[in-house]
């Protein structure tokens, strides 16, 4: 009996059943409750390893894990064991596509910190992971009437075998009139071993889950209180409800606040008490430990650990001088509206203690600064206080260690725009650390045809823990048999979508027709609308004959829009008006498809990714920090339609500008553009006219709402906080349309087309979240 089979076994004595007759969701919860009593000795001995030389805690308020299973036996090297085990027993594990998601992210910067924590694991690095543990992750989107819907995506509600709750460590989290507890919850995190059956090294995403210090006041039941007898449950359990609560009142502001810092103090609290324990002082806490905070969410961490440290004796330079050395900050946005401030009567009303030491920071701060006769606009520029508010970037500039931007161009517009005051004074503390994505979930496991051709080619899976090896294999593009047999690996995976779309869509597409897909957040700057318009434009051409000979192409979409964010919504809408509208059309509806898939998730960009043709990869330049849906479309054997934005310059470096579609102004161009008028722009253009105006003129409907109108006169006429066409969308969308009929020609035309695809996967390598922790662990956190 071999291990898959054992551990099938012993699941199937859990549940006192065959694995056959049991429910979906209880085979589940048994089988990883066996897989994880399989792995804890390996487990805890990680764990101990990671204690006692210098580790890694990287704070992170999303961890967009997706489904569990198939990854944890994928990097156990069980799940084609175990899927012949389960066969064997009467199902299969597809069974557990039935398995909810652990959506606890909104996008790239929850993926990107599972895939880190992923790498971590891989390359045996003492790295773990801290967040919350919401009861709710980002929500369950419908589309009704073409709108977007949202319910709770109450991911537990079967269990979670997945994670082991830590009662014994709880913490205590105080706020000025509230205290509750920080219940951890530890999630294996499978490192994916370099040599085919050696244990791998299993790291630990350490999730707290916020509850109440007394769960029930019998006294209030008893007094037929019955709203106040649970109040504090009530309360305390808000905290970790739901991932982003709307904040657009003060109520929503504060919980985000205490969202922030209940996770913050929980795992600082927690490290403070394990690094005592092993090391008996505190003295060596900045030899031993590494913060890493992914974004400004985690940056009150840096207050509160001066906090505790003064607890514990130490003064307040020296505690800062520690925190110096400890924390690190990476920067995900050049967007002002996306760095964080905190009114500063929040932070004192809600944690005074630590709003104390904010001041104390920020007068350090001034002080060093006067000291050295810095002019005073670079003083304002980069105080911590201003105008009342807390600006949390600022923070964790002056006091972290480094400072880091997520794609070279990234990193070049952080010294340039928003922190070019601190590159300034501190220019030692910029590294540039360009996003990566792990390959064990985004081919092994999501493409599993595609990595046994690789293999075969190289005569091994090592490119599964080295990436780079990939290149060997662009001397195959011409190759016919080869590019034959990637073509219908192409094929089984475009069939595949097209089956699930048919059955969670109850929509038909044609797998043989050209997928241009476009997945990710729903936001203005990554330009979902200039997609929907240039569909219009392709649209319009066919109808009056100026584009002819259009092979059948499927555009589908998937993103989610913020619950409060009304555009990205009106936008959503738009896009499934389209999609009716070409559906209608007997001239065009055999030609062109629009789909907006719903409830885009981890799980879901699995089969999207790995069916895609053409990469829609398409923000304004200069506002996409990076992108990693990009990486792993190009990993997958797609080509990027892009704008030089993020690491679309770095894909088409790597792969070969010949071999993308890049479009579009740069941000050299954008800058010298001077007084840009969207409105000369349409007049002087019918084709542009005819497309914008299909939001005024009724050829799509918005039921009356005017949320149209809305998009319509925010591109001509701006608001009162932006622009006219502050993304540059009708600037963008003559150059946009044609590389993307260019794009489709060659797909249905030139066979060079499947080379492209075959030369974008072999030069992946570079991508890897492999090489990304690497360069962390030797130039950031030195472990």
């Known amino acids: 009996m071999n291990q898959a089979e054992t551990i099938l076994r012993n699941a199937e004595a859990a549940l006192g059943m065959p694995a056959a007759k049991a429910e979906v969701h209880a085979l589940h919860n048994a089988l ?5 009593k399989e792995i804890a000795p390996r487990w805890n001995a990680c764990r101990a390893e990671h204690f006692a030389g210098r580790r890694v805690m990287y704070l992170s308020m999303e961890f967009l894990m997706g ?16 899927e012949q085990a389960m066969r064997n027993a009467g199902t299969t594990l597809s069974v557990f596509e039935e398995i909810e998601d652990a959506a606890l992210g909104n996008g790239g910067l929850g993926r990107l910190a599972a895939c880190f924590l992923d790498s971590a694991a891989t390359l045996a690095l003492p790295v773990d992971g801290y967040g919350i543990r919401y009861k709710y992750g980002l929500f369950k989107q419908g589309i009704e009437n073409g709108r977007q819907t949202e319910t709770g995506d109450d991911w537990q509600a079967f269990g979670d075998p997945w994670s082991v709750r830590c009662e014994a460590e709880s913490v205590l989290v105080r706020f000025k009139g509230q205290t509750v507890r920080a219940v951890p919850y530890d999630m294996p995190i499978i490192g994916y071993p370099k040599t085919p059956g050696a244990e791998p090294h299993i790291g630990t995403l350490r999730l707290w889950q916020s509850e109440p210090v007394q769960a029930f006041d019998f006294a209030a039941f008893n007094a037929q209180d019955y709203t106040a007898a649970s109040a504090e449950t009530v309360a305390a359990e808000d905290i970790s409800r739901c991932l982003y609560p709307n904040d657009d009142t003060r109520a929503g502001k504060a919980l985000r606040l205490k969202q922030q810092y209940f996770f913050c103090a929980a795992s600082l609290a927690d490290a403070l008490a394990k690094h005592k324990a092993q090391f008996g002082t505190l003295d060596t806490l900045p ?11 985690p940056v009150i961490s840096i207050p509160e650990l001066i906090r505790l440290l003064r607890a514990e004796g130490y003064s307040f330079t020296q505690a800062l001088g520690m925190a110096k050395k400890i924390f690190s900050y990476t920067n995900h946005t050049i967007m002002q509206e996306a760095l964080e401030k905190w009114d500063c009567s929040l932070i004192e009303e809600l944690l005074p203690e630590v709003y104390a030491i904010i001041l104390q920071i920020s007068e350090q701060l001034l002080e060093e600064l006067y000291a050295k006769d810095t002019p005073a606009e670079q003083i304002a520029a980069v105080r911590i ?3 009342g508010q807390v600006h949390m970037a600022d923070l964790a500039m002056y ?8 794609a070279a161009i990234h990193t070049e517009l952080l010294k340039t725009t928003v922190l070019k005051e601190w590159y300034a004074l501190a220019p030692e503390k910029f590294q540039n650390k360009t996003n990566g994505i792990t390959q064990r979930r985004w081919l092994g496991v999501c493409n599993p045809e595609l990595t046994a051709l690789f293999a075969e080619l190289l005569g091994s899976a090592a490119f599964l823990t080295d990436l780079p090896q990939l290149s060997a294999l662009a001397k195959y593009a011409d190759d016919a048999d080869v590019m034959a047999r990637f073509k219908a690996v192409k094929q089984e995976k475009k069939q595949q979508l097209a089956d699930y779309i048919r059955q969670a869509e109850g929509i038909e597409i044609d797998p043989s027709s050209c997928f241009d897909i476009q997945i990710k957040r729903l936001h203005e700057y990554k330009r979902q609308l200039l997609n929907a318009f240039s569909i219009l434009w392709i649209y319009f051409g066919i109808k009056d004959g100026s584009i002819k000979d259009f092979k059948p192409t499927t555009f589908i979409f998937g993103a989610k829009s913020a619950p409060g964010y009304r555009r990205a919504k009106a936008i959503i809408k738009y896009i499934n008006e389209i999609a009716k509208l070409i559906a209608a059309d007997p001239d065009v509806k055999d030609l062109m498809r629009v789909v907006f898939v719903q409830n885009y998730n981890v799980s879901y960009a699995e089969k999207l990714v790995a069916a895609c043709d053409i990469s829609e990869q398409i923000s304004t330049a200069g506002t996409e920090a990076s992108g990693t849906g ?17 690491a679309n310059i770095e894909i088409a470096e790597e792969a070969g500008a010949e071999n993308e579609y890049i ?11 001077g007084n840009y008028c969207s409105r000369a722009v349409m007049a002087k253009d019918p084709r542009i006219a005819r497309v914008v105006k299909t939001l005024i003129d009724g050829t ?4 009356g709402t005017g949320e149209f109108r809305e998009l319509y006169f925010a591109l001509l006429d701006g608001a009162s906080w932006h622009q006219p066409d502050h993304y540059y969308l009708l600037l963008d969308l003559p150059s946009y349309a044609e590389t993307k009929l260019r794009a489709l020609s060659d797909y249905a035309n030139d066979p060079a087309f499947v080379q492209k695809q075959w030369r974008n996967a072999c030069a992946a390598g570079k991508f890897s979240s492999d090489r990304t922790i690497a360069q962390y662990a030797a130039e950031c956190w030195h472990i």
């Open 399 to 406: 006091a972290g260690t480094y400072v880091n931007g997520v």
């Open 32 to 36: 990883g409750d066996a897989v994880c």
């Open 385 to 387: 206080i201003k105008n």
């Open 287 to 297: 030899e031993h430990l590494a913060v890493q905070l992914n974004d400004t969410h």
């Open 67 to 82: 489904r569990a299973v198939y990854n944890n036996l994928y990097c156990l090297g069980l799940l084609g064991d175990m």
């Open 630 to 646: 990009n990486m792993k479309m190009m990993l997958n054997g797609a080509v990027t339609l892009g704008t030089l934005d993020g």
């Open 700 to 703: 799509v409907s918005d039921d």
């Open 663 to 673: 479009f579009g102004a740069t941000v050299e161009e954008l800058e010298k553009l």
